[in-house]
């Protein structure tokens, strides 16, 4: 069985704990992590299936090392490839622009011929506009999460996600459920 590379981005911390709490549920013997920012095109051409987590910046903007990573994520040719997305925001502070960034991910892929898998329901969320949902099917591209109001609902989130791209992946094992 091959390993999903795990890559994320992240300025405060809050999408690196998201990435270390994905790895813990799926098994650290399944993912290899990686910081964007300390990455070649090589890693991630690496490896089949991938899970990329990227937060939003104020007014809808990239983190700074995907920002730094953009031209080369546009080069890589992601045929054949599985990628689950994880994406943070605030969805009240910025709820113009909730996710934009995991939107703006999501069509690079998959214009570079990614399969996206992990779509997340849109309920119990409130913003006006992002570009992370899927038209018409009251989904976003990924995982959604806000560690600024719905912190405490993240672990649960993470637990339902996690089994559900373990199960979309064809991962052999357990997926462990966390509170943390």
Known sequence: MSKIGLFYGSDEGNTESVALRIRARLGEDKVDLFDIADVTQLDIANFQQLIFGIPTWDFGQIQSDWEEFWEEV???????????????????????????????????????????????????????????????????????????????????????????????????????????
């Not at 989904?139 to 609902?153: H, N, P, R, S, T």
């Open 74 to 180: 546009q080069e890589i040719d992601f045929t054949g490839k599985t990628v689950a997305l994880f994406g943070l925001g605030d969805q009240f502070g910025y709820g113009d622009y909730f996710l934009d960034a995991m939107g703006m991910l999501n069509d690079v892929i998959v214009e570079r011929g990614a399969a996206v898998i992990g779509h997340w329901p849109i309920e119990g969320y409130e913003f006006e506009a992002s570009k992370a949902e899927v038209a018409g099917e009251a989904k976003f591209v990924g995982l959604a999460i806000d560690e600024d109001q719905q912190e405490e609902m993240t672990a649960e989130r993470l637990n339902r996600w996690c089994q559900q791209i373990a199960e979309e992946f064809a991962l052999e094992g357990d997926v462990l459920e966390l509170d943390d």
